[in-house]
């Protein structure tokens, strides 16, 4: 079982970052972590455990991140928090998000939404077209426009 630490370093140490544990602290302060980066797994929460995945996904700059109902086990405060985190990261990052959700709440926080049906594009259409709308920046899942 790895730390905190030790997760988030793990692609930078693969990707050759010879500054691997330096580089994983860093992101482990952006996502809040610098006070549990010496922690494992079963010493953080369900949120801390995801913000760690999070700063571990986003380690390597990747141009595309591919993230999979990221909400999905958490409670809506935490679902929250992470969701304002990825978000950030991505635009701070530069990263393209592709958000995966059965959440129709957390599907107005994307600049376009593709819908699936039968293992089919049902829909294609930007989120200004949606209850959000891109410009209007993000809103707390159920919040109403």
Do not use: K, M
């Amino acid at each position: 079982t790895l730390t905190a630490l030790e997760n988030v370093a793990v692609p930078l140490e693969l990707n050759g970052d010879d500054h691997a544990r330096a580089g994983a602290a860093e992101l482990l302060a952006e996502v809040g972590l610098h006070d549990r980066q010496f922690h494992y797994p079963v010493q953080l929460s369900g949120g801390e455990q995801q913000r760690v995945a999070v700063a571990r996904a986003f380690a390597c700059r990747p141009p595309i991140l591919l993230a999979d109902e990221p909400t999905g086990n958490l409670d809506s405060a935490a679902g929250r928090q992470v969701i304002d985190l990825i978000l950030s990261l991505h635009r701070d990052h530069g990263s393209t998000l592709v958000l995966v959700t059965h959440d129709p709440a957390l599907a107005t926080y994307a600049e376009r939404i593709i819908t699936l049906r039968d293992g089919r594009i049902a829909s294609d259409v930007p989120a200004t077209a949606g209850p959000r709308g891109a410009a209007s920046g993000p809103r707390s899942p159920g919040e109403q426009p």
